[in-house]
C-alpha cells in the first residue's frame, strides 16, 4: 500500500516532495509583490470568507472560491507593495454550512496562535510575518548525526527553577549549557506544537503548524534551535500525530461543520482513554497536511527529526488499549493492524529520511512491532530507533515491589536485551511518564523523605541514602550498557530530580511548585546530588569515547542470582555489577575474551560520585592472564556491594 501510494502521488502531485510542501499552497502564503494567498480544504461548506481586524471582521469584504477539489481560496492584493493584513494581527475564516448555519474556525495551517486569558481561554490566530530586517537568520549548519544518540528529553515550559512557565529565551541561556556539559548530544523538545492545556504535556494539539507561543516567539525557539546546533547538539520535536485535540473553537475539530474531515467520524474517530480524535490516515488530503506538518517543522524551525508519540495507537485498531503484547506474530500482523496508519508512518519516514539523509526518527511503540526500525526498503515502517519502553517498568516494579535480594539478574539481563535484532532501540530508566504525579522519580523510590533531611554533604551518610546513590547509578549504567543502541533521560533525572512533576490544574489550585526543575539542587556543592551528576555526566563522556551504543550487542558471562552479580562485555569494554545489598566480593572470578592487563576507567563507588572509595588505587589494575576466547578461565577482580566497575583491557600497566 506504501508503493501504491508513493506511485500515486508521484502521478498526481510532482512526489513526495512536493506533496510534502503543502504549507507553501495551503494556509496565508505571502507573494514576493505582496499579495496574500490563502487556501484552506472545507469541502462541506457553501460559503467562505477571510475575516480579521484588517477588513474590520467583515463577513462579506473578502469572500473565498471553492475549486473541484473542496479547496476554497482568496488573494488579498498588497497596498502599495506592502500584504494588507499586518504583520501580528487577527485573523479567522467564517464559513457557511448546508443548513444556513454560520461557523467561523481558526485557518488550520496558521503558524502563530496566542491565547489571552483575561478576556477568554480561546486561541486566537495570529498572522505572523515579520519584515524580513525583523526575522531571525539562522547562523549554524545542521550537526551530522550522531553515531549514538544520547538524548536529553526537555520540556521548555518546566526548566525554570521558578514558579512560572519557561521561555524559549531562558532555556537557551540556561539549559542549552547544562545540557552541552553533561554530553548528551539529542535534544528531545516536548510540548512545542500549540496545545491549550498546559497540563496536557503537549499531547492535546490544536494548531499543528504553531509554536507554543506561551513559551515565547517563532523567532525565540529558532534561536534556541541554532544555538544548539551550534554547539554541536542535534533537536528533535516530539510530533503529536497519533491524535487531536477535540476542541473546536481553536482546533482542527469539526473543522467545516463535518464529523469527518481531517478525522474518522462516529467511534472509529474518537480515542477512548485520551479523550481525543483520531486521523483518517487513508485520506488523501489528511496525508497532505500531515506530511507536510513534518516538513515545516524541518524546514521552518531546522529541527532534525521526531520522537513520534503514540505510534502504538496508530499501528492498531484498538490503539492498544486493554491489549498486551506477547510478541506473537498473530499480534502485529492480524486484523487489529491498522493497515492505513502503518502506511502513514512508512510515507512519513520514507519521505523524511529521502529528504533529509540525517534526519533522527524515533517510535514510541510499546508493542513491538516487527521491522517498525527497517527501511522501506526492507519491508520495514522506517524509524530509526524504537523507545525501549520495558526497560523504565521493570525498574519502577523492582523498587515498588521487590527487596533487593529478591531481584531477579536473569528477568533484569532478559529485559534489557529483549530487542529485535538489527533494529535499533532507545534505552531508558526513566522519562517524562516516569515522572508524572502520582509516581516517583526513582531516586524517590530509592530515598522517600530521607531526600529532605539527609542530602547535605554535612548530614549523617545514612544506609537509606547510601542505597539510593548506589542503586540509581547502577540501574542507570547498566540500562546505558545494555539497554539499546542509544540512551535517554528526563531533564533533571541526571542528578536524581525529587519529587512528581505536577502541571497548574483545578485539582492542585494552578499550582506551579512541581512544574518546575530545582536547579539549585545540582548547583549545590554542599548537597549529594552534584554527585549523582558529575555520573551521568561522565557515563555520556565515556560512551562518546569507546561508543558502545553503536558497537555489537553485549555479551553477557555471568548472571549469578546467588551473588547478585552481572558481567558482559561491550564495545571492548569490562562491565562488573554487584546488585548484592551485603555482601562485597574479593578476587572475584570473571571471564573475559582477551587476556592482558586491565584498567578500570569506571567505579561507580569513587567518592567523587558520592561512593565509600572502597576500591583504592593499589587495585585499579588486575591481570586477565588468559587465552582469547576462553571464558572458562578468569581474571580476578574486587567488587563491593552495590558498586559497579568498567574496565578496558590495556598493553601494558602504565598507558
Not at 481553536?250 to 474518537?270: A, C, Q, S, V, W
Not at 493497515?339 to 510499546?366: Q, S
Not at 562485597?584 to 587476556?595: I, L, M, N, T
Request: glycine share 8%; net charge negative; hydrophobic share 35%.
Amino acid at each position: 500500500m506504501a508503493r501504491d501510494w508513493i506511485k500515486k502521488i508521484d502521478e498526481e502531485e510532482g512526489g513526495l516532495e512536493e506533496f510534502s510542501r503543502g504549507f507553501k499552497r495551503f494556509g496565508l502564503n505571502v507573494q514576493e509583490n505582496g499579495d496574500i494567498t490563502y487556501r484552506e480544504w472545507a469541502p462541506n461548506v457553501v460559503e467562505a470568507s477571510l475575516i480579521g481586524d484588517f477588513n474590520n471582521w467583515n463577513r462579506t469584504a473578502n469572500p473565498m472560491v471553492k475549486n473541484n477539489f473542496g479547496v476554497w481560496e482568496v488573494t488579498l492584493s498588497a497596498k502599495d507593495g506592502e500584504p494588507i493584513i499586518p504583520h501580528n494581527t487577527k485573523v479567522k475564516i467564517s464559513m457557511v454550512t448546508p443548513t444556513g448555519e454560520r461557523i467561523e474556525r481558526l485557518p488550520t495551517w496558521i503558524t502563530r496562535v496566542t491565547q489571552d486569558l483575561s478576556v477568554s481561554p480561546v486561541y486566537d490566530a495570529i498572522f505572523w510575518n515579520p519584515r524580513e530586517t525583523e526575522r531571525y537568520v539562522f547562523k549554524n549548519a545542521r550537526p551530522p548525526k550522531p553515531r549514538s544518540a544520547k538524548v536529553y528529553e526537555a520540556h521548555v515550559g518546566i526548566s525554570t527553577s521558578q514558579s512560572k512557565v519557561g521561555s524559549y529565551k531562558e532555556f537557551t541561556k540556561d539549559v542549552l549549557p547544562r545540557i552541552k556539559r553533561l554530553g548528551y548530544n539529542v535534544i528531545q523538545l516536548m510540548a512545542i506544537m500549540e496545545h491549550p492545556y498546559y497540563a496536557s504535556f503537549g499531547y492535546q494539539v490544536t494548531s499543528f503548524f504553531a509554536a507554543s507561543s506561551r513559551y515565547g516567539t517563532p523567532d525565540e525557539l529558532k534561536e534556541l534551535i541554532d544555538t544548539a546546533h551550534g554547539m554541536g547538539m542535534t533537536i528533535l520535536l516530539d510530533v503529536v500525530h497519533s491524535h487531536a485535540c477535540k476542541n473546536v473553537l481553536d482546533g482542527i475539530n469539526l473543522f467545516d461543520g463535518t464529523d469527518h474531515l481531517y478525522f474518522h467520524e462516529g467511534p472509529k474517530g474518537r480515542h477512548e482513554l485520551w479523550d481525543s480524535r483520531l486521523f483518517n490516515y487513508g485520506n488523501h488530503e489528511v496525508l497532505r497536511f500531515l506530511l507536510s506538518n513534518l516538513r515545516f517543522w524541518m524546514d521552518e524551525y531546522r529541527f532534525d527529526g521526531f520522537r513520534f508519540d503514540g505510534v502504538t495507537s496508530i499501528l492498531y485498531t484498538h490503539h492498544g488499549i486493554g491489549t498486551g503484547f506477547s510478541g506473537g506474530y498473530h499480534e502485529y500482523f492480524g486484523r487489529s493492524v491498522d493497515e492505513e496508519g502503518v502506511v502513514y508512518l512508512m510515507l512519513a519516514n520514507e519521505m523524511l529520511h529521502r529528504l533529509y539523509p540525517d534526519c533522527i526518527t524515533i517510535a514510541e511503540d510499546v508493542s513491538g512491532m516487527p521491522a517498525l526500525c527497517l527501511p522501506l526498503s526492507l519491508g520495514g515502517v522506517g524509524f530509526d530507533y524504537r523507545l525501549a519502553m520495558a526497560i523504565p517498568d521493570m525498574w519502577i516494579r523492582l523498587l515498588k515491589e521487590k527487596n533487593d535480594e529478591d531481584w531477579d539478574m536473569g528477568s533484569i539481563c532478559f529485559t534489557l536485551t529483549n530487542r529485535r535484532h538489527g533494529e535499533k532501540a532507545i534505552g531508558y530508566a526513566e522519562s517524562h511518564d516516569q515522572a508524572l504525579v502520582g509516581d516517583k522519580s526513582i531516586l524517590m523510590w530509592l530515598c522517600d523523605k530521607e531526600l529532605y533531611t539527609h542530602m547535605s554533604t554535612l548530614t549523617e551518610f545514612t544506609p537509606i541514602i547510601e542505597r539510593g546513590l548506589s542503586l540509581h547509578k547502577l540501574i542507570r549504567l547498566i540500562t546505558h550498557g545494555l539497554g539499546g543502541e542509544g540512551y535517554l533521560n528526563f531533564e533533571g533525572n541526571e542528578f536524581g530530580h525529587p519529587e512528581w512533576l505536577d502541571f497548574p490544574r483545578a485539582g492542585n489550585n494552578n499550582s506551579y511548585l512541581y512544574a518546575r526543575r530545582q536547579w539549585h539542587l545540582v548547583d549545590d556543592h554542599l548537597l549529594r546530588y552534584k554527585f549523582l551528576n558529575e555520573f551521568d555526566a561522565v557515563m555520556q563522556r565515556m560512551e562518546e569515547k569507546y561508543g558502545w551504543l553503536c558497537a555489537p550487542q553485549a555479551y553477557i558471562s555471568l548472571k549469578d542470582e546467588y551473588d547478585k552479580v552481572i558481567v558482559f562485555e561491550r564495545a571492548g569494554l569490562l562491565w562488573v555489577f554487584n546488585f548484592h545489598p551485603t555482601k562485597s566480593f574479593a578476587d572475584y572470578r570473571v571471564g573475559v575474551e582477551q587476556g592482558g592487563t586491565y584498567k578500570i576507567v569506571l567505579n561507580s563507588d569513587d567518592p567523587k560520585y558520592g561512593g565509600l572509595g572502597r576500591i583504592d588505587e593499589s587495585t585499579r589494575f588486575f591481570t586477565a592472564a588468559i587465552e582469547k576466547n576462553d571464558r572458562k578461565n578468569s581474571t580476578q577482580v574486587y567488587i563491593p556491594t552495590r558498586t559497579a566497575i568498567v574496565s578496558l583491557e590495556q598493553i601494558c600497566c602504565g598507558s
